[in-house]
């Protein structure tokens, strides 16, 4: 078997792979009438803004938890690498919490109406350590 034979067997392994993991992942088996990684409008979570999907206090509080320790990271860091950190804080937050992400693409203010009523403290060091206006203003990607 020359090398080029087996290079281009190895690559379609590889892609052979890649898909078989792509097609798994975008496997979904929920059952939820909502979108995932939210709850219905029960009290039981924050209501983001009209028809927007609310957010479940625990993913509220996770992301709070998730920003707290990066804060002091992206103010050394700087205002644009900081904010890169920050989006993947926010991408890392979405990824576990069942695709809150597809919130986060109807309205990027979710992002700080979450902050605001769940930890605006964490909200407000995140504000000066990327010196924005609003943590949506941040947000690339959604």
Known sequence: MTV???????????????GLIAAAAACNTSTETTVPGTTPTD???????????TI?????????????PE????????????KVAFNGTVQNWAARNNGINAA??????V???VTT???PDVRQEALQALQ???LADALAGF
């Open 4 to 18: 080029r034979n087996r290079t281009a067997k190895n690559t379609a392994r590889a892609l052979l792979a890649a």
């Open 71 to 82: 804060i002091t990271t992206w103010r050394d860091q700087g205002v644009a690498l900081g």
């Open 117 to 119: 009523i769940q930890c």
């Open 104 to 109: 986060i693409l109807r309205d990027k203010e």
């Open 111 to 113: 992002v700080d109406q």
């Open 43 to 53: 009290g039981g979570g924050i209501l983001t803004s009209p028809g927007a999907p």
């Open 132 to 134: 924005i206006d609003s």
């Open 56 to 68: 479940s206090a625990g993913a509220a509080a996770q992301l709070c938890d998730m920003m707290r």
